[in-house]
């Protein structure tokens, strides 16, 4: 009898430690915005975190329109990462109206932001760029900011997220010599590309590189048909031959272009959106490994 009751008071004693052990902790929910966010939180939460990205690989962050279930994820998260920059026009309404009290993170917060002037082929007026995430030395500011802000969140990881984010900076820092070494080998006169939008105004200023887009920052300004025909002369002009589709925005405006002007389409390029896992572009850093050795092959041909 007195066998049964030990073995008895030994089994509840283990039952109320294993309730009293803390239980495999639930990943910290975290919501982005957009794919390539999506992307730098995943590779610097790694296992800790579940991340939520609301504009789908392929779409376009700075026209979306969300969804019911975007406020929904953005109620149920611990973090909500953002650009800034004026990219997600969208989002102020909806964190309003989601009732979230989760902190909001600006990934963009410590860049250098980059203000267009008006002689874009759209016409605008000056506005400042949001695309800092085409120059890699942004990118590992992103990379910071997105660390702290999860250990704030999540204490109980911060070392993980510290750690990865570590590691990760120094992959996009030996990426950004890379670009660099590629885009060196193609001679200064020649380094001219045309786009749909102007996505790529950081990465022309950092790697040394004139990009000429009939649209503006934002994929909502229309290009004015005088602002299409000066592109189309400049083309001729210059001799440019790289022509460059953008994966989230219409082909049509680049085709009238190419024809009228007599450049050929070099391919797509990854701008503010990656592509769906498997494709060329599923990460922040395929994005480079994919957009810069097709721009150096088309700039050749200028
Ligand atoms: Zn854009």
Request: aromatic share 6%.
């Amino acid at each position: 009898m007195r066998q049964v009751l030990t073995s008895l008071a030994l089994a509840v004693l283990t039952i109320g430690l294993l309730a009293a052990a803390p239980r495999a902790a639930e990943p910290l929910k975290v919501v982005a915005t957009f794919s390539i966010l999506g992307d730098m939180v995943t590779q610097v939460g790694g296992g800790a975190v579940e991340v939520v990205t609301l504009v789908p690989p392929g779409g376009d962050a700075h026209s979306y329109q969300p969804a019911p279930k975007d406020a929904q994820a953005i109620a149920a998260a611990g973090l909500v990462v953002v650009n800034g920059l004026r990219m997600e026009g969208w989002l102020d309404r909806l964190i309003l109206a989601s009732g979230t009290r989760a902190p909001v993170v600006v990934a963009s917060s410590g860049v250098k932001p980059l203000i267009m002037g008006d002689e874009g082929g759209s016409g605008a007026k000056a506005a400042t760029d949001p695309h800092a995430w085409q120059n890699l030395a942004n990118g590992q500011i992103y990379v910071r900011t997105i660390a702290e802000a999860l250990a704030n969140a999540d204490p109980a990881n911060a070392d993980g997220y510290r750690r990865r984010a570590d590691a990760y900076v120094k992959e996009l820092a030996d990426l950004d010599r890379w670009v660099h070494d590629q885009i060196d080998q193609v001679p200064p006169a020649k380094r001219k590309v045309i786009t749909s939008h102007d996505a790529f105004g950081y990465f022309a200023k950092a790697y040394g590189i004139t990009f000429l887009a009939p649209s503006g920052i934002s994929t909502e300004s229309e290009p004015t048909a005088a602002g299409l025909g000066k592109l189309t002369n400049q083309i001729k002009a210059e001799h440019i031959k790289a022509l460059f589709l953008e994966n989230m925005t219409d082909p049509r405006l680049l085709a009238m272009l190419a024809k009228d002007s007599g450049a050929v389409i070099g391919g797509t390029l990854y701008s503010d959106s990656l592509s769906p896992a498997g494709g060329p572009a599923d990460s922040y850093v395929a994005m480079f490994r994919h957009n810069v050795p097709a721009l150096a092959a088309a700039m050749q041909k200028n």
